[in-house]
């Protein structure tokens, strides 16, 4: 027999013992021994699905016609709501993997039950979107109809991922939340925990850079562009000096807010309703309905030479 | 039979009732019952062949030899080709939905003269592309072939896809370079408007972030860095306070301006010939030619502590 | 024969005599007449498998076992390897295109030695990427398990990249490294040059725009924001004014540094351990161990109107 | 540049003067430049959408639910309708190629009436294949369950695509009708003729090298095993010398004929009620209800050395 | 709206209508209202993947290395019994869904212990499967080489198929069994029946048309051509005229036996050791070792006119 | 650690020590440690881009426009031929893995010799296939186009590969030859040894298990149907008593010669010109040219009761 040119067996055994010592320092010890954890391939079909069952003619298959769509959305809701349902039971085991309390059989019946409901939000979510839709329509005066706002724009794409993964965040799976918000990061460049609140009529404009923490407060018709920052100014912290968690410490944003390129908005503050905040401001203190805060005088400090 | 877990059938129905609101609301009524949209997937698969098209040693398929490029280009353009004129002619019904005296015959001849304006425009666009990729290559100093410029830079990607998304916007379909554009900005972060005007040998270093306008005009030799805006300062209002569509908006670049990382560039302004703007300069004013414009004194005022 | 609708053999023709003059300009003949260069899909393919190498139970496939791992990394580092080895060669074969005294044979042995010390690299890199989750997963509040952090944060799959991509710029094939660090930017948006040397425990918050430059010097536990730019002020130029290759002209940071988003960090100089560097400050010279620099008084100076 | 290896222009020229040859022999001269015939794989996916709609449970998608049925069945129906139309339009235009006097529109017009016949068809042929598969249960003794008939047997799988062909093979899409055949002798070397009418209840066994030709006529309850030919004896010809098209010249098969392996039953003749027919025998003559015919003597003149 | 081309509503109706009047005539009623069978789709995957566990550097990937045969080998394995596990409770579930005794956790457990006695039984799979490629090299004067046989022979993969399918039928999954045995079929035309019993070193050549039935046992180096029949000459009944299953009904062929092409053996008798049939003999009836069987002159009653 | 539940790694060791006694007991030992045989698969491709080469309008892709016809055979047959060469190469060297004199170099120049041949062999065989498209045409009266017959008939598809298997078979990769066979076996049933001599105007109707042997010779315009054999009657022995590799022992059909279904030719005998064959007729000596053969008499040896 001719002669390995890679030793492969000694780096499977060192990679091996590598793993080994994760699991020692992470106390990790597979109590199955087969994979835990929901998967972001099976995430990322189930909002494929989820898509073309919320704008059937638009986003589902091109071959659709009109008198058609309830079978394809029914079709499809159906294989999307059984996929979703393997994740959540994932999910939920694993979260109860050190609650040797936690049955089996109660898992699963919390997996129906979290399905059940996000399958019940799925009409609002619709009508949500639609109201993103015609904000981003409205908002932009490149835009030339609704259809191309609905196929093109990033911030539409990015809305869609972050309601279907608000909903999973707040039926109790944050993890599949969190794996839906990152394929549209991915995708957008666009971030948006999915913990935060976003009322209808949202338009994210161009969006790369743009992130939006976890307690941020957006109300109705807000409009923002790209590499905004709504986040955290510091943290709370307990007796110990670590994080609190869930603290709420990201900005509310009354409706009619308008935020303009490269703003950064931290901490828990208020930025009143009709508010605008002009391009790169850094904001660290509440500000008066229907201001307009630019940073005007700093901006002229150029040195031509 | 056993019972249904999910009541498909139920959110199927309230589904239905969202979308017909939506389409009340709206008072879009297909006249086809089918598709009326140009396909973003097709569209992504036409950019995939013309990019072979285009550079078919380097992004053709692997097992292609020199001396059948010319087998391989006309095959894959006949095919590209076809495919596109299928677009098209969606997007033009879709434009004439409302305008019943556009004949179909009128509107397929119209197709096909689009399609064949653009194939005779691919060659100039690989002299171009050619002129930005040299470019980049002598534009950084880490470049080390042209090639590797061509195989990994995404700001010679954003440049392939905007200067095919520009031809497709100047010859009337502006729907489908829209669709080109924010499939490069998926990919590389960097969002072009297909309107943008720019001329050869243009380099975006990193690219993460730019922004550049419907209304830019952009020189020869122009070389910009990541999360670089070329915005609009306002927008020109009509009678009624609405945008004035196609208002020119953006700034100009003369030939071989530099713009660093972060600058921010706004309104209909002139950059002249050979200047250069620092990193995260905001700009909203004129420069004349041979300037450099740097933000020097506020960038010392930090506080340490 | 039915006439043809779009004259392909013509633009055929000119696209012909566009790749000849650039052939022509570019003095560039091919010597084998096939493709001389790695290939894209061929490193993200590497990359696929490697990542299930490094984290068979995470990212290998949905249906492996603990028992089984050892076979599936066997397995997988085998074929990866050979298929390495293939696109090694390529680049090998490529650099020495002009050095007619490199034989092929000597060029086949030393593809051998760069994959054969590239494996060997493997378990390091696991046991650094180790650090990196767990720094993440303790300095995020948000995270809620190190589960979580490896398979949701795109800060982690860019060191996935950057720590292979690092290991093949130190072992002779840059183009190869370039390809992978571009992968990971695509997906990440974060642009992490693969010359660039980072400690155990780097963690990227966000992430997007974050640009990391070839000769930072990045120390251990260090952590970083969105849109950081670890850049160069300018380059060292030679007797006939051209870049100088390789000069250090990043930022050196020193241990237990944080940057918070924003911050643009310019030229060779050092950031001593544990100071932090606030939001949006551009900073070009060092800083002392242990300060903590932001840009106080110019982010207050805004205008109400 | 480097020598071609295969002189593939030159092969390419004579491949096209072969062409040439053929079409000036063939006088065939394309009208349109583009695809003329219905394709191969366009009818085996129809074919695959249909075995779904026709047994959902069984033959549909693996994660279906009965409670979802009808949606699948309604959208995989609409999606194969549309498909099928395309490829009934192909073959009406090419029949009618020679007839300056068909227009497109009525083409198009008669394509739309033959997939709604057939449409209405399908419940009337699923019905039939429920008879098959029951007739296959009782018939085989080896046969657990009539899903294990349905999941396995080839004989069933062949009367599938039958009925299927048979029914467009009656509305003018001959050669539909025909690929349908052959798409089922491929897979189980049992070879039907569209035109074949064949009753409720039938079984094939084993099935490899059945032949049952254009006009056989096949009652209730018929069962015959593999390498049975149902054949023509010879063809009647017209004044010419030629083959008189459609002429009556297979077998009758009554109700509840049984033909065992490698029987040849040759010519317009009838096999009456009941009738079973031995294995090998060779038969050109009408048979007697409930008869039983064997080739008893023949059969034992067997050498033994 | 449009309206609809196609009435697939109507449809969709009456297919329901037909499936139910099924289910009412089966007492048919699905208990768990999912996927209840066995797929043939999954069982071709398994059989893919045990194809190159049993052969791995001559049917595993080829860009396999002899020095990683074992970690190929235990990946795939591992990922194939996991798959078959699956499949083994579906037909466990499937035969059990009339008894109510049957609890579920019996039916794993009886699925771990199948899939276990089946994976100790692949070595002496392996073992036989090599005594047949050498049979089959030894039997073909056309045969170049033991390499060639197992590439190109059909017969070779009707064994692989039949062996394994073999193993699963004598553990109790029978369904199973059926459905690998028509993979085969499918593909050589040859039909062989799970249960068969068939000792090593089996040569069949050409293989079209061969069918050998269920009881059917064959000994050591055995011969046969294609179209051959092993089989039943009529079945035993039971009181109520039904066919017993499983009794004793097809040939018994010892040691060496050749049997040529179209030869039909039926019923239970023994054909002695190293005897040999024939083409196109019909044969009833026992044979004594040694003896050459051929059907002398009824072969040369040929007509000539 | 959860327990394994299938205990792979002891299996994976068996299979290694029945692999190990086979490689011992043959005295195989790689040479390489690598691939050594060419691949099912590889072929399979081949052949499905040699289909597209000789008949582009019929069996290439759907969407090709005849006046782009020479682009699509040119790129597709530069990919087949380089394909080719590989899998060439690949032959070559195992045939000369026992002889050490055999240089590498050499065995290369030989596969660019052997695929030249082949490749300027293509238009030749086109213009053979289309003489069979007109036989089949003419030869069947239910055939109603050329064009049907290219698309659906097995018989044609059958010679496709056939006439290409023979190429290769004459040009020194015989093994090639026989994958090739084999495919068009398994999709067709029909088993042309590819050393077999065809003429024009070949048409087999039907064809499921047709044989035809090595070194069987066909004259022009010959039409044969289902179970045809065209075989050996015995085979010439050496003084070893081992088969005469190669020796003509199949039989000689002269032009114009038929032969029905189920007739069985045997030996090294002649079939004079015109003459025609029975159905089941056995015939192992020379036939007049103008003859026609049946087996009248013991046909009509039946048994009624």
Known sequence: MSEAIFDV?????????????????QQRYSETGGRELPAREAMA????????????????????????EDFYVGHTLGAVLQALHAQVRLELRYNARHNDAASSSALDASAVHIVRDFAEALPGIRRLLDSDVVAAYEGDPAARSVDEVLLCYPGILAMVYHRVAHAFYQTGVPLLARIVAELAHAQTGIDIHPGARIGAGF????GTG????????????VRIY???TLGAKNFPLDAEGKPVKGAPRHPTLEDEVVIYAGATVLGRIT?????SIGGNVWLTHDVAPGSHITQATARQDLTTH
């Not at 067996?9 to 320092?25: E, M, P, T």
């Not at 338009?203 to 161009?206: E, K, R, V």
């Open 9 to 25: 067996q000694a780096v499977v055994g060192d990679l091996a013992a590598a793993r080994q010592d994760w699991r020692n320092a």
């Open 45 to 68: 079909d189930i909002m494929q699905g989820l898509r073309g069952v919320l704008f059937p003619m638009r986003l589902g298959p091109s071959n659709l016609r009109q008198e058609n």
């Open 203 to 206: 338009f994210i404009d161009h």
């Open 210 to 221: 743009v992130v939006i923490g976890e307690t941020a407060h957006i109300g109705r018709r």
């Open 226 to 228: 790209q590499a905004v």
């Open 271 to 275: 930025i009143g309703r009709g508010a």
